[in-house]
Antibody, heavy 121, light 107 residues
Framework: QVQLVQSAAEVKKPGASVKISCKAS????????MHWIRQAPGQKLEWIGW????????KYSQNFQGRVTITRDTSASAVYMEVRSLRSKDTAIYYC??????????????WGQGTLVTVSS | EIVLTQSPGTLSLSPGDSATLSCRAN???????LAWYQQKPGQAPRLLIY???NRATGIPDRFSGSGYGTDFALIIYRLEPEDFAVYHC????????FGQGTKVEIK
């Protein structure tokens, strides 16, 4: 079955960087785009950006442009997201989610299990 | 940017009740781009409905999605104990957005 497995929780100091991974299995990795979404405590889900694994093209939310880089390794069927210049407001659970489309409809499914990133001095 | 507003923030209901969750967009959106997810504590969101009205694989028929334009709804008939959770609506656009969620709690 289609599965996304993310890397373990991280604790970082303000100003540091973090790189999270999302390993896909159960489908052809290059066929579907991959998105990153985060959920800060008590906040709504927030879309960060996506990558087309077939060519590496990316698009980012304006809220994260310049501070986030999404990459992929097709040999490993994995997508990565690096967030730089971390601040306490970046404390959140970060999810990867696969793009889906059918008959004109589009949505995210499945989702990874989430990676908690805690930014604290 | 599309902004989704969900209401109410919290629904307090009993098992067997029906729940009506609203998701309103600040401008017209395509029915193809509206999805609903269920999220339980400590878990990732799970797809319920895509394309406004289509149930995802394995989702029971007590979950029903409707709407068009700016007003969309998720109705849960005959609430089961496992249905008490947070529900998010989602617009898949050039910059995907989510509503703030509706919590369905046990009364």
């Amino acid at each position: 079955q289609v599965q996304l497995v993310q890397s373990a929780a991280e604790v970082k100091k303000p100003g540091a960087s973090v790189k999270i991974s999302c390993k896909a299995s159960g489908y052809t990795f290059t066929t579907y785009a991959m998105h990153w979404i985060r959920q800060a405590p008590g906040q709504k889900l927030e879309w960060i950006g996506w990558i087309n694994p077939s060519n590496g093209n990316t698009k980012y939310s304006q809220n994260f442009q310049g501070r986030v880089t999404i990459t992929r390794d097709t040999s490993a069927s994995a997508v990565y997201m690096e967030v730089r210049s971390l601040r306490s407001k970046d404390t959140a659970i970060y999810y990867c989610a696969r793009d889906n489309f059918y008959d004109g409809s589009v949505w995210f499914d499945p989702w990874g299990q989430g990676t908690l990133v805690t930014v604290s001095s | 940017e599309i902004v989704l507003t969900q209401s109410p923030g919290t629904l307090s209901l009993s098992p067997g009740d029906s729940a009506t969750l609203s998701c309103r967009a600040n401008q017209n959106i395509s029915t193809y781009s509206l999805a609903w997810y269920q999220q339980k504590p400590g878990q990732a969101p799970r797809l319920l409905i895509y394309g406004s009205t289509n149930r995802a694989t394995g989702i029971p028929d007590r979950f029903s999605g409707s709407g068009y334009g700016t007003d969309f709804a998720l109705i849960i008939y005959r609430l089961e104990p496992e249905d008490f959770a947070v529900y998010h609506c989602h617009h898949y656009g050039t910059s995907p957005t989510f509503g703030q969620g509706t919590k369905v709690e046990i009364k």
